[in-house]
């Protein structure tokens, strides 16, 4: 990357495609209200019952996971559907469980009840 006028440069598109998915992964910062919101909309879309918790949908998953996720750029551990799992339940089953259904989803710190400095209510 090399910078023009004060602005990032990026050498190929799938250079910048990166660093914008590194940046949105280093932010995103979700809210439950619209996360529980839509869950319960899809389970009566779908006529099916959310689960408590992320769990495999069927036996044979986790091999056809393992093949998919290498072809993917998420990080290397998260390519065992088990620790992937973990990995997305840290977020989503507080959520699917009732436990939480306010607050903030915040990368490397987790929910937290508290609005963060400058950020509209």
């Keep these: 990357m090399s ?8 050498a190929t ?10 940046r949105l992964k280093q932010e995103a910062r979700l809210k439950a209200v619209p996360i529980s919101r839509a869950l ?3 389970s ?9 918790a992320m769990v495999s949908p069927a036996p ?11 072809k993917t750029r998420i990080d290397g551990a998260l390519h065992n559907m088990e620790t992937a799992l973990e990995y997305v339940g840290s977020c989503l089953n507080p959520l699917l469980s009732g436990s939480r259904d306010t ?6 710190s987790g929910w937290s009840d508290r609005r963060p400095a400058g950020t509209p209510q």
């Design 3 to 10: 910078m023009v006028n004060g602005s990032p440069q990026y």
């Design 13 to 22: 598109a799938n250079a910048f495609r990166r660093a914008l998915e590194d």
């Design 40 to 42: 319960q909309s899809e």
């Design 44 to 52: 009566t879309r779908r006529q099916m019952q959310l689960p408590l």
């Design 60 to 70: 044979n998953w986790p091999e056809g996971y393992r093949a998919y996720a290498r």
């Design 103 to 108: 607050g903030r989803w915040l990368p490397g």
